[in-house]
């Protein structure tokens, strides 16, 4: 079995975006409409921008998966672009001919916006420092690749992981923690998990959601962005993914990465976070109760966030994501030209978001569903769907027997589904959430 790995490829407005993902195991079941509701999920929260009205997102699975499973070999996907139909010669592939060049010569000298050169680096964003690194006198190649549109990408292939990881019992959500500064109320998260997914942001907090909505209007009346925090759960992990033995086989140390790795996203916090370093040691560290009534260990809190030296407790896991505001606005900062190097008023502006916490909480999901598939392969090996399942039951019986516990019963979890430090309780269904005391 080797390891799993994916890459993805593929220009914000080129014709297609590709995801490969080598490593999977035989048996996972796989249909494109399954990672279509994921897609979905990623176009939208309110204060998404013009694209999400363009495109309809799919994903189109080209190999790797037979009869609707997967086969153990490299699973390639596509999304298309709908919006390349209005960027063909603009993005096209092949060398422009000296008439195509002369038409986007002739367009960019009518004021074509699309045809022109982008020159007018935008602060925040990836213009600049790729411009220079990769030696482009004009922007469009950087902020295609560093768009975050991009991470659709990412999200069908977490949609694959998903799949996996639920035959595992094995599952991750997310939610809209903060939005402009206004955050939610941990005791006022009385949604269920469906009426917070079926919400304008996503938000278990209603009270707070309605002030969030406000901040993203007032930053749209100014021609301004906001940004905000994301939060993942993820339930049913056993004890003992993860190393302590090396830095980079610690499973806080990947995530860290995972999190960091999305587009705009500027800080990540497992547990409690930042917030550990302003309370004494007591109040932090989670008291280890004993063995539960289903054999697994069970701890008093969770500020930990189900990750301790870097591997699984048997807790939930619970990993939250930054989210600077968007780079691109509509009322421009100033800024200077790539060519000339002097001042200009106005950076380049491209229709964008107001705010994009709602889907970058999808994107998180992704990101934490993929870097689990990898360390679950890792800890049980396996060429097929059912060799990992029993690979993974055994070590759970295994550990339970010694005395260690198996831990993450499931997606409904261990003796409290409200267990832990960050993720707002949902009284309702008591699915969402591993946040505060018992």
């Given at each position: 079995?080797?390891?799993?790995?994916?890459?993805?490829?593929?220009?914000?407005?080129g014709?297609?975006?590709?995801?490969?993902?080598?490593?999977?195991?035989?048996?996972?079941?796989?249909?494109?409409?399954?990672?279509?509701?994921?897609?979905?999920?990623?176009?939208?929260?309110?204060?998404?921008?013009?694209?999400?009205?363009?495109e309809?997102?799919?994903a189109?699975?080209?190999?790797?998966?037979?009869?609707?499973?997967?086969?153990?070999?490299?699973?390639?996907?596509?999304?298309?672009?709908?919006?390349?139909?209005?960027?063909?010669?603009?993005?096209?592939?092949?060398?422009?001919?000296?008439?195509?060049?002369?038409?986007?010569?002739?367009?960019?000298?009518?004021?074509?916006k699309?045809?022109?050169?982008?020159?007018?680096?935008?602060?925040?964003?990836?213009?600049?420092?790729?411009?220079?690194?990769?030696?482009?006198?004009?922007?469009?190649?950087?902020?295609?690749?560093?768009?975050a549109?991009?991470?659709?990408?990412?999200?069908?292939?977490?949609?694959?992981?998903r799949?996996?990881?639920?035959?595992?019992?094995?599952e991750?959500?997310?939610?809209?923690?903060?939005?402009?500064?206004?955050?939610?109320?941990?005791?006022?998260?009385?949604?269920?998990?469906?009426?917070?997914?079926?919400?304008?942001?996503?938000?278990?907090?209603?009270?707070?959601?309605?002030?969030?909505?406000?901040?993203?209007?007032?930053?749209?009346?100014l021609?301004?962005?906001v940004?905000?925090?994301?939060?993942?759960?993820?339930?049913?992990?056993?004890?003992?993914?993860g190393?302590?033995?090396?830095?980079?086989?610690?499973?806080?140390?990947?995530?860290?990465?995972?999190?960091?790795?999305?587009?705009?996203?500027?800080?990540?916090?497992?547990?409690?976070?930042?917030?550990?370093?302003?309370?004494?040691?007591?109040?932090?560290?989670?008291?280890?109760?004993?063995?539960?009534?289903?054999?697994?260990?069970?701890?008093?809190?969770?500020?930990?966030?189900?990750?301790?030296?870097?591997?699984?407790?048997?807790?939930?896991?619970?990993?939250?994501?930054?989210?600077?505001?968007?780079?691109t606005?509509?009322?421009?900062?100033?800024?200077?030209?790539?060519?000339?190097?002097?001042?200009?008023?106005?950076?380049?502006?491209?229709?964008?978001?107001?705010?994009?916490?709602?889907?970058?909480?999808?994107?998180?999901?992704?990101?934490?569903?993929?870097?689990?598939?990898?360390?679950?392969l890792?800890?049980?090996?396996?060429?097929?769907?059912?060799?990992?399942?029993?690979?993974?039951?055994?070590?759970?019986?295994?550990?339970?027997?010694?005395?260690?516990?198996?831990?993450?019963?499931?997606p409904?979890?261990?003796?409290?589904?409200?267990?832990?430090?960050?993720?707002?309780?949902t009284?309702?269904?008591?699915?969402?959430?591993?946040?505060?005391?018992?």
């Amino acid at each position: 079995m080797t390891g799993f790995r994916f890459l993805t490829a593929g220009e914000s407005h080129g014709p297609t975006l590709g995801v490969i993902l080598e490593g999977l195991p035989a048996g996972i079941p796989v249909t494109a409409e399954a990672i279509a509701a994921d897609l979905r999920r990623r176009q939208g929260g309110y204060g998404r921008g013009a694209r999400q009205a363009i495109e309809r997102d799919a994903a189109e699975i080209v190999a790797g998966v037979r009869h609707g499973l997967t086969i153990g070999s490299p699973v390639l996907l596509l999304v298309r672009n709908r919006d390349w139909e209005s960027w063909t010669r603009v993005m096209q592939v092949e060398p422009l001919s000296g008439d195509e060049a002369a038409e986007l010569a002739a367009l960019a000298a009518v004021g074509a916006k699309r045809a022109q050169p982008v020159t007018r680096v935008r602060p925040g964003h990836a213009d600049l420092a790729g411009a220079l690194k990769y030696g482009f006198d004009d922007v469009r190649p950087i902020l295609e690749r560093a768009s975050a549109r991009e991470t659709a990408a990412r999200v069908a292939a977490g949609a694959v992981c998903r799949a996996f990881l639920a035959e595992l019992g094995i599952e991750a959500w997310s939610f809209t923690a903060e939005v402009g500064g206004v955050a939610v109320d941990r005791d006022a998260c009385t949604r269920t998990r469906a009426e917070a997914e079926a919400s304008p942001l996503r938000c278990p907090d209603p009270a707070a959601e309605a002030r969030m909505i406000a901040r993203i209007d007032e930053a749209r009346s100014l021609g301004d962005t906001v940004g905000g925090v994301f939060e993942v759960v993820a339930r049913g992990l056993p004890i003992g993914l993860g190393s302590h033995v090396q830095w980079d086989r610690r499973l806080d140390a990947a995530l860290g990465a995972a999190i960091l790795g999305i587009q705009g996203v500027k800080g990540v916090e497992i547990g409690l976070g930042f917030e550990q370093t302003r309370r004494r040691g007591s109040e932090v560290h989670d008291v280890v109760e004993g063995r539960g009534p289903d054999g697994g260990w069970v701890h008093r809190t969770n500020n930990a966030g189900g990750l301790t030296g870097g591997i699984t407790n048997g807790e939930p896991l619970v990993v939250r994501g930054a989210m600077k505001p968007i780079s691109t606005l509509a009322r421009p900062l100033p800024s200077a030209d790539l060519r000339t190097g002097a001042p200009v008023e106005t950076a380049h502006y491209e229709r964008s978001d107001i705010s994009v916490v709602p889907a970058a909480g999808v994107i998180g999901e992704a990101m934490v569903l993929l870097t689990l598939t990898r360390f679950v392969l890792e800890k049980t090996g396996g060429d097929s769907l059912a060799e990992v399942a029993d690979n993974l039951a055994r070590y759970r019986a295994r550990i339970a027997g010694a005395g260690a516990g198996g831990g993450g019963t499931g997606p409904g979890g261990g003796a409290s589904p409200l267990r832990g430090a960050a993720a707002p309780p949902t009284p309702a269904s008591g699915e969402a959430g591993s946040g505060g005391d018992d």
